[in-house]
Nanobody, 115 residues
Framework: QVQVVESGGGLVQPGGSLRLSCAAS????????MGWYRQGPGKEREVVAT???????NYTDSVKGRFTISRDSAKNTVSLQMNSLKPDDTAVYYC?????????WGQGTRVTVSS
């Protein structure tokens, strides 16, 4: 069973940057998709960005041009580089692994964008 653990959240001012990391452990089979999701106060969980085992990426419209998802197979990590952060980006960010038979979620890391 794959396990994922997020890190890198914190408090940042509007316009600032953060880099979130997701460390995966266990046996990772292909095909699979890993991604970042977020849930802001009073909102439903939404997908932010995904990346497949083949390297294909997708982003929600609100983060296009600001966020970049990447995958490092050697380190078994998935990262989310977040630039030009806005208050609306404030949320708990979750890492997700989606394989053929099951999904795995991390515990979440909080991102607060505020002055």
């Amino acid at each position: 069973q794959v396990q994922v653990v997020e890190s890198g959240g914190g408090l940042v001012q509007p316009g600032g940057s953060l880099r979130l990391s997701c460390a995966a452990s266990g046996t990772i089979f292909s095909p699979n998709t890993m991604g970042w999701y977020r849930q802001g106060p009073g909102k439903e969980r939404e997908v932010v960005a995904t990346i497949t085992s083949a390297g294909a990426t997708n982003y929600t419209d609100s983060v296009k041009g600001r966020f970049t998802i990447s995958r490092d197979s050697a380190k078994n990590t998935v990262s989310l580089q977040m630039n030009s952060l806005k208050p609306d980006d404030t949320a708990v960010y979750y890492c997700n692994y989606r394989g053929t038979y099951y999904d795995t979620w991390g515990q979440g890391t909080r991102v607060t964008v505020s002055s």
